[in-house]
Structures are given as C-alpha cells and as structure tokens.
C-alpha cells in the first residue's frame, strides 16, 4: 500500500486490539464526564452521557464498564450483567468488570455464586492486589459450598466460557507485548476445544498480522466472520490483511464497505478505505473517505495526512 502500509498496519491492529477508542473528542468528553458524574453519584446523568458514547463508539469497552457500574449501584442487576458482559467481551482483561459482574451475580435473584466466584477468580488472576477481592472470593466459596448442588450442563459451560475468557485476555496482553507465538499457542488450545470460537480465531488472526503472516491471518479472519458475521473489526481486519498480502484495492475496498455498514462510526475503517481509493489513484473518494474519517475522529493523524496528499493529488 505504498506509503500508508506502516499507517494502516498500525491503525488496524491498535484498533481490533482494542487500542484506543474511537469517536475523537466528543467520545472522550462524553466518558470524561461520565466518570466525573459517576464519582458524584449522578448515576442518571452517568448513563446518559455512557449511552452516548456507545452510541458514537460502540467498541468503547469502558463505557459499558461504567455504565454497568452506574446500574449496579442503581440496583438494576439485570442491566449491569449486560453491560458488563459486553466490556468483558471486547477487553477480557478488564478486572473491574469481572469484579462488579460478581458483585453483580451475588445481588441479582437468584443469586449465582458459582457465577461469582469464578469471577472473582479472574480478578485475583488479572490484578492479584485488587482491593479486597481474596476476601470477596473466600465469601463467595463459603456460601456456595454450603448446598452446592451437584454441577449441572449450564455450569459446565459457563466454567468452560470462563476459562475462554482468561485466555483470551493472557493472549491479548501477549499480542500486545509481541509475544505472537505463544499467544498463538495458547488460543490453539482454545481452538481445539472450542472450534466454534469466533473471538478466539478472532484474537489469533490479530497475533499473525503481529507476524506478518497475512494468508494465516485472513484464513482465521474467514472462519471468525463465517461464526460471527456481525463483527465489524474483522471486516476491518480482513481487509487490512488483503491490503498487506497484495491481494489488490477493490477486494479491501469490498471488505471495508461492510466494516462501515456494521459500524458507519468507525473512523479506522474510513481512513484504510480512503487509502485503497488513494491507491486506486480515485482520489475524489479517498478525499471523501479521509474527511469521514476526520470527522469521527479530529485527531486522526494518519487521516489527515492522507486528506493532504490526495488533495493534492486530486488537483494535479
């Protein structure tokens, strides 16, 4: 991709690895202020500011984190297991999740232990000096070994759906150290136990574009979206891997149509767009895109390059 490859390649991965948030200053005033009203205790206005920036950017893990917080304190269970559910999804390292989720199952009617304590597990895993977790674990373990009853199909799963869990985030923090191969290793194990795994083929596609191996990549990248065609970063993610393997400019645009279909708020997915048009030397779309781009997020650096350039380019 000339001279964007670096761009692009570093853009997707910090993206789909979940690098940083999208949605520019609006998003980042939106949960700037919503932490604020959270410290104060304005749980209403808290969760209209988070329902906002979820609203602009839905692949915001923190948002949903807050907003399950807010709701637990709220006393809505229910609402908090959702939101939390869905932070623990798209950053299953994030110990206060898995903390307030417990906290959360302990509360909810009827109360699930089980649930519980292998959350707070996974805190002790995560942040081994979290605050008071070992006692909340050792609480948690006493009430249910007083009638555990004996274990079920559904409990089974969810420990199962649990340990997928930690070792997806051992496997995200290895990514993101570069430690590619044993992050390989251990969601092949996740694989051949769960071979349905859309995040799991997912996470290991993110570790062979950190190897730059981009056939393996989009061959994950392919069975992910055939398990979960919903997911709009690996659209992303896929096309970025066309874009690196030379696989040519209207299969990544392709790609990144649908990316942008499942997520219009996404400014990554405007910007490697704009820089397919850019190659395709359509420059008149690729302004288009890079201004799409800007507008999602202001301080898209590799955005406004591009813009520069092909209005430069489309001015010749």
């Known amino acids: 991709m000339g001279r964007f490859r670096a761009a692009v390649a570093a853009a997707v991965f910090l993206t789909a690895a979940g690098g940083y948030a999208q949605g520019g200053g609006a998003a980042d005033s939106l949960l700037r202020r919503g932490d604020e009203l959270l410290k104060e205790g304005s749980y209403d206005k808290a969760i209209a500011d988070y329902s906002r920036l979820i609203q602009l950017s839905p692949n915001t893990a923190s948002a949903y984190a807050n907003r399950g917080f807010a709701h637990l304190k709220q006393k809505n269970y229910a609402k908090a297991i959702s939101d939390l559910n869905q932070a623990i999804l798209l950053d299953p390292r994030l110990a206060d999740a898995y903390h307030d989720r417990g906290q959360a199952y302990i509360l909810n009617k009827p109360h699930d232990y089980a649930k519980a304590v292998a959350d707070f597990e996974t805190v002790q895993r995560l942040a081994p000096n979290y605050p008071k977790i070992k006692q909340l674990l050792e609480n948690a373990r006493h009430v249910l070994s007083r009638n555990a009853p004996p274990p079920s199909a559904n409990d089974s799963a969810a420990v199962a759906a649990t340990l997928e869990r930690q070792v997806a985030g051992s496997a995200m923090a ?80 392709k790609e990144l149509n649908e990316a942008i279909r499942l997520n219009p708020n996404s400014a990554e997915a405007y910007f490697l767009r704009g820089a397919a048009y850019r190659n395709k030397e359509d420059y008149a779309k690729a302004v288009a895109d890079f201004e799409a781009a800007l507008r999602i997020n202001p301080r898209h650096t590799d955005a406004r390059h591009g813009l520069v350039e092909a209005q430069f380019l489309k001015g010749r």
Do not use: H
């Open 174 to 253: 290895q990514i993101k150290k570069g430690d590619f191969d044993n992050a390989i290793a251990d969601l092949n194990r996740t694989i051949q136990q769960n071979p349905n795994s859309s995040s799991a083929y997912f996470n290991r596609s993110l570790a062979y574009t950190g190897k730059d191996d981009f056939s393996q990549a989009i061959a994950d990248l392919n069975r992910s979206i055939e398990l979960n065609p919903n997911n709009a970063d690996a659209f992303l993610l896929r096309g970025s891997a066309f874009a690196m393997n030379g696989d040519g400019s209207d299969k990544v645009i």
